[in-house]
């Protein structure tokens, strides 16, 4: 599934981003790395999705929301 299908609350680990490069890029420098945990803050129905990455809270918008593989995250606690 893509993290633009992620419910709000629920968490998700990431597993491919399907992105050109110099985005790719970009989100792994904000640490957004394969396996990473991400929770869904905010669902936007315009496609926008706040979420949280390793404490830090932030938004993107619904193509990028669409490259980013994800599972559910069966570690949440």
Not at 12 to 19: A, K, R
Not at 20 to 28: A, M, P, V
Not at 57 to 67: H, L, N, P, V, W
């Amino acid at each position: 599934m893509t993290l633009r299908e992620g419910t709000i609350g629920n968490s998700y680990q990431v597993t491919e981003i399907q992105l050109e490069d110099k985005i790719k890029h970009r989100l792994q420098m904000l640490g957004m790395t394969k396996g990473t945990e991400v929770h869904v803050l905010n669902n936007k129905k315009s496609g926008s999705i706040i979420m949280k990455v390793r404490g830090t809270r932030f938004a993107i918008g619904k193509r990028i929301a669409e490259g980013i593989l994800v599972k559910e995250d069966t570690n949440e606690q």
